[in-house]
C-alpha cells in the first residue's frame, strides 16, 4: 500500500470520468486523505454504489455489513 500513489489517485477519482478501479483502489489503500474525493463521487457516480460505500467506509476504518471482502496480493508472494 504505497502513499506515493495517495494523490495520483485523488487527481484521478477528481476527474470527469472515474473507473472502478480508481473506487476499489481507494478501497484498498484504505487512506483517510480520500474520503473527501469518493463522497464528491455520491452525486454522479453510478456504477457501483455499494463499491463506492465500501470504499468509503473503508477509508474511515470501518466495515460495512455485508461488504466486499479485500483480498490483498502482493507482487512478492509465491505464485503471483
Not at 502513499?3 to 472515474?18: C, D, N, T, Y
Not at 464528491?40 to 468509503?56: F, N, Y
Not at 470501518?62 to 471482502?69: A, L
Amino acid at each position: 500500500r504505497d502513499s506515493r500513489a495517495v494523490p495520483h489517485l485523488i487527481e484521478a477519482l477528481q476527474g470527469e470520468k472515474v473507473g472502478a478501479l480508481f473506487v476499489e483502489a481507494a478501497g484498498y489503500l484504505a487512506r483517510s486523505q480520500l474520503i473527501e474525493s469518493l463522497e464528491g463521487l455520491r452525486d454522479w457516480w453510478d456504477a457501483d454504489p455499494d463499491l463506492l460505500e465500501d470504499s468509503i467506509a473503508r477509508c474511515r476504518g470501518v466495515d460495512r455489513p455485508g461488504s466486499r471482502q479485500w483480498e490483498f496480493v502482493t507482487a512478492n508472494e509465491p505464485g503471483s
